[in-house]
């Protein structure tokens, strides 16, 4: 699909707002709508045409019931403002803040960075499975949280309304996730901090959505092959005086298996999301979403056989 063809699909647009793109759908009339048409339902989201309905057809018994239990109309219908991005934003900002503090940010880190042997109690005598995790929330310098946040802040103003809080917030664990598992199999014994895995699996999602809906994904790949060449461009350069380019990669202190991991699980938390978009598919895409999970769990218990 070209994106003259995207453009004239009318069903990648809101049908009250059609000059804005979304991807959720009502679960009653399954039309599409933008955050500002969004109402909360007992199951996903509705539009006002069948919240209208929904509400001439109930008794008065029910109509006095949502009066006394249910938030007012103005807090149910979503307000477009992208907020976990804004929340995973002020979290990892505080985490960071906490780090700088003598004395205790150095405990706090080391708490929650990712430590390959430090989530299998065989080979450390310690369970601290969190770390995969909340790697995402630490940092290493200024420069390291500001290009994450920022990076974070750019796609999730766009992202995160087009798939709704609930399955931005998953797609965002879920690539951390996939991170933090590329790393205990490909690098066990190496430290990492930072979302960036977190960060590749949005970039990797966005690709397969946009790819779905028939948009421009170019930007968005020479995003992706930059970011994940650089490290590997910076070894090559440093290799050439030091002879070694093993070496040179570790050194440069980028952690390339998380972004591969991150990436990976990105793209394929995508993939479901874009292929079960409709309501009638929700089991399905719970399924799969589990299955996913499931197998990263499996993958995770592998560096105790692999490495032993």
């Given at each position: 699909?070209?994106?003259?063809?995207?453009h004239r699909n009318r069903d990648n647009f809101c049908y009250r707002h059609p000059d804005r793109q979304s991807f959720v759908l009502c679960q009653r009339c399954l039309r599409t709508i933008c955050p500002e048409c969004q109402t909360q339902a007992a199951v996903g989201v509705i539009c006002p045409e069948c919240l209208a309905e929904q509400r001439a057809a109930a008794t008065p018994a029910?109509?006095?019931?949502?009066?006394?239990?249910?938030?007012?109309?103005?807090?149910?219908?979503?307000?477009?403002?992208?907020?976990?991005?804004?929340?995973?934003?002020?979290?990892?900002?505080?985490?960071?803040v906490v780090t700088l503090i003598p004395g205790i940010g150095r405990v706090v880190e080391g708490y929650l960075s990712f430590y390959a042997p430090a989530i299998y109690p065989q080979i450390s005598g310690v369970f601290q499975p969190w770390r995969v995790l909340t790697v995402a929330l630490v940092?290493?310098?200024?420069?390291?949280?500001?290009?994450?946040?920022?990076?974070?802040?750019?796609?999730?103003?766009?992202?995160?309304?087009?798939?709704?809080?609930?399955?931005?917030?998953?797609?965002?664990v879920l690539s951390a996730a996939g991170g933090s598992v590329a790393v205990a199999l490909l690098a066990p014994n190496v430290p990492v901090v930072g979302?960036?895995?977190?960060?590749?699996?949005?970039?990797?999602?966005?690709l397969v959505i946009g790819r779905h809906l028939g948009a421009n994904i170019r930007v968005i790949a020479i995003l992706i092959g930059v970011n994940f060449a650089l490290p590997f461009v910076l070894a090559l350069i440093s290799?050439?005086?030091?002879?070694?380019f093993a070496g040179a990669l570790s050194a440069i202190q980028i952690s390339w298996q998380s972004h591969l991991g991150g990436l990976i699980v990105g793209a394929a938390v995508g993939l479901i999301y874009a292929r079960t978009?409709?309501?009638?598919?929700?089991?399905?895409?719970?399924?799969?979403?589990?299955?996913?999970?499931?197998?990263?769990?499996?993958?995770?218990?592998?560096?105790?056989?692999?490495y032993a």
């Open positions: 699909m070209t994106t003259d063809e995207f029910q109509r006095k019931a949502e009066r006394r239990w249910s938030r007012p109309a103005a807090m149910t219908a979503t307000s477009g403002r992208p907020t976990v991005t804004y929340s995973i934003i002020a979290v990892t900002a505080l985490v960071f940092h290493s310098g200024f420069w390291h949280v500001g290009l994450n946040m920022l990076a974070l802040w750019f796609i999730g103003r766009s992202l995160e309304p087009l798939l709704g809080a609930a399955r931005f917030l998953l797609l965002y979302a960036s895995g977190a960060i590749f699996g949005l970039f990797g999602a966005l290799a050439a005086g030091t002879g070694s978009r409709a309501v009638r598919q929700a089991r399905l895409r719970v399924g799969l979403l589990v299955a996913l999970s499931a197998l990263l769990v499996g993958l995770l218990a592998l560096p105790p056989v692999l």
